[in-house]
């Protein structure tokens, strides 16, 4: 079991910086990839930004040269760090690992998400 807890939301304007943080805890060793999501009122839920294990990165398009993911081992955390931030930015913001066990000849997957975040982006 891996529990994610997010913090950095808030309310910034229009071209302003926003850090979120994800701190994970339980069987975080197992954990795989994180990933950032999110969900804008009357939206389905995107992909925002997502980190492997083994250090690929994928962005989506609408915030590729502004949003960065990264992770902390040490520290069980998972950041995005949004700069140049637009009123379209606005949603809740989910952190989400996949978290992987077991044998090569029987691996376990299972995945987690956080509460969410509220970002809004004033214009």
């Known amino acids: 079991q891996v529990t994610l807890v997010e913090s950095g939301g808030g309310l910034v304007q229009a071209g302003e910086s926003l850090t979120l943080s994800c701190e994970a805890s339980?069987?975080?060793?197992?954990?795989?990839?994180v990933a950032w999501y999110r969900q804008a009122p009357g939206s389905s839920r995107e992909l925002v930004a997502r980190?492997?294990?083994?250090?690929?990165?994928n962005y989506a398009n609408s915030v590729k040269g502004r949003f960065t993911i990264s992770r902390n081992y040490a520290k069980n955390t998972v950041s995005l760090r949004m700069n140049s931030l637009k009123p379209e930015d606005t949603a809740v913001y989910y952190c989400?690992?996949?978290?992987?066990?077991?044998?090569?000849?029987?691996?376990?997957?299972?995945?987690?998400w956080g509460q969410g975040t509220q970002v809004t982006v004033s214009s």
């Open positions: 980190l492997t294990d083994g250090g690929s990165t």
């Open positions: 339980g069987r975080t060793r197992s954990i795989d990839t």
């Open positions: 989400y690992v996949l978290a992987r066990w077991g044998p090569v000849e029987r691996t376990y997957e299972a995945e987690y």
